[in-house]
């Protein structure tokens, strides 16, 4: 059985396309003490230093439930391990945006899938199926170019990060899973970088699953499934709606899963040690990383892995890069 197919964070999230959106609110200002950013060229990413440093990666598996993670899928995050980066880093501020992913494909003329998994109602349940039709340039509710990216594989990642490589000069790559976490937690240790609590505050940070996108679906809204807040939004925000975290970076957690590059494995057991890629286990498969606006509360925190096939296209599926050099 294919170890990515993850089905339980399939569970409540967005569906097809929205007729009507709930109210907007306004980007937030940077913290004056976030970190500087730059960028390598006119329309790269946004890149902000990441320390040295070392870090406890992941979450036992008592943690995970309970914080709400079913028990049959628990696990996946553990052992706690400690993490080493003997250099730094740098991470993009925000996910890439579609207008960050239409610069690369008009230029390359890059030809990215044109259909999309996205769900439907039926029966009383959710259906996730691949829709023809649903692409990164329409995903099935509305974007504009502030927007992050979804319905793009890893593949597609690797390809945008190979082509900001080559345009720049510099070592441009997906996160691997140390890289993301470390980046997530930003010197913090608890669930979120904003504390433990899934209360009211998380709506100040993330877009996550809360209860304009209950409304919106008209689906379970209670704590078990929703952050009991309104963001703002119910399908993704355009990146740097909220608050950022510690080290500068935006939507580490919420809006949209991120892909990572390593090799999937269904725990840590044998995990690098040193902040590096881990090149063994399924390597078919990936890990993305931070939770998503449509998912039950329970998995949207910094520990949180949910696997899928490289070349899998999801509707709350993007991702940001790093540069090594």
Same mark, same amino acid.
């Given at each position: 059985?294919?170890?990515?197919?993850?089905?339980?964070?399939?569970?409540?999230? !967005? #569906? &097809?396309?929205?007729?009507? *959106?709930?109210?907007?609110?306004?980007?937030? *200002?940077?913290?004056?003490?976030?970190?500087?950013?730059? %960028?390598?060229?006119?329309?790269?990413?946004?890149?902000?230093?990441?320390?040295?440093?070392?870090?406890?990666?992941?979450?036992?598996?008592?943690?995970?439930?309970?914080?709400?993670?079913?028990?049959?899928?628990? /696990?996946?995050?553990?052992?706690?391990?400690?993490?080493?980066? &003997?250099?730094?880093?740098?991470? *993009?501020?925000?996910?890439?945006?579609?207008?960050?992913?239409?610069?690369?494909?008009?230029?390359?003329?890059?030809?990215?899938?044109?259909?999309?998994?996205?769900?439907?109602?039926?029966?009383?349940?959710?259906?996730?199926?691949?829709?023809?039709?649903?692409?990164?340039?329409?995903? /099935?509710?509305?974007?504009?170019?502030?927007?992050?990216?979804?319905?793009?594989?890893?593949?597609?990642?690797?390809?945008?990060?190979?082509?900001?490589?080559?345009? #720049?000069? @510099?070592?441009?790559?997906?996160?691997?899973?140390?890289?993301?976490?470390?980046?997530?937690?930003?010197?913090? =240790?608890?669930?979120?970088?904003?504390?433990?609590?899934?209360?009211?505050?998380?709506?100040?940070?993330?877009?996550?699953?809360?209860?304009?996108? !209950?409304?919106?679906?008209?689906?379970?809204? /209670?704590?078990?499934?929703?952050?009991?807040? @309104?963001?703002?939004?119910?399908? =993704?925000?355009?990146?740097?709606?909220?608050?950022?975290?510690?080290?500068?970076?935006?939507?580490?957690?919420?809006?949209?899963?991120?892909?990572?590059?390593?090799?999937?494995?269904?725990?840590?057991?044998?995990?690098? #040690?040193?902040?590096?890629?881990?090149?063994?286990?399924?390597?078919?498969?990936?890990?993305?990383? /931070?939770?998503?606006?449509?998912?039950?509360?329970?998995?949207?925190? *910094? &520990?949180?892995?949910?696997?899928?096939?490289?070349?899998?296209?999801?509707?709350?599926?993007?991702? %940001?890069?790093?540069?090594?050099?």
């Amino acid at each position: 059985m294919r170890i990515w197919n993850w089905l339980f964070l399939a569970l409540f999230a !967005a #569906t &097809a396309p929205v007729m009507a *959106a709930p109210a907007r609110r306004a980007p937030v *200002a940077a913290h004056a003490t976030a970190p500087a950013a730059h %960028r390598d060229c006119i329309g790269c990413p946004e890149m902000v230093a990441m320390p040295a440093g070392s870090f406890d990666m992941g979450m036992t598996a008592e943690q995970e439930i309970a914080f709400g993670m079913p028990k049959p899928q628990a /696990g996946k995050a553990a052992p706690v391990h400690k993490v080493t980066f &003997a250099k730094g880093f740098m991470m *993009a501020k925000y996910p890439v945006t579609v207008a960050q992913f239409r610069q690369f494909v008009d230029e390359t003329h890059y030809q990215a899938s044109d259909t999309c998994t996205n769900q439907r109602f039926y029966d009383g349940h959710f259906i996730y199926e691949p829709a023809r039709g649903y692409s990164w340039r329409s995903p /099935g509710f509305p974007q504009d170019d502030r927007h992050p990216v979804v319905c793009v594989s890893s593949e597609d990642a690797d390809a945008y990060a190979a082509w900001l490589s080559k345009k #720049t000069g @510099h070592h441009y790559a997906v996160p691997n899973e140390a890289q993301y976490e470390y980046g997530a937690r930003a010197g913090t =240790t608890t669930a979120y970088f904003w504390g433990d609590a899934k209360d009211a505050k998380a709506c100040e940070y993330a877009n996550e699953p809360d209860l304009d996108q !209950a409304a919106e679906l008209k689906a379970p809204s /209670g704590p078990d499934y929703r952050f009991q807040c @309104h963001d703002g939004y119910a399908y =993704t925000s355009p990146v740097g709606t909220y608050k950022p975290n510690p080290w500068g970076l935006y939507d580490m957690l919420g809006n949209i899963w991120e892909w990572t590059s390593d090799c999937y494995n269904n725990n840590y057991h044998g995990a690098p #040690t040193d902040g590096s890629t881990w090149t063994t286990g399924d390597c078919d498969g990936r890990a993305s990383r /931070g939770g998503s606006y449509g998912n039950a509360v329970f998995s949207t925190y *910094a &520990a949180v892995r949910a696997p899928r096939h490289a070349s899998y296209v999801g509707h709350s599926w993007g991702f %940001r890069v790093v540069r090594n050099d």
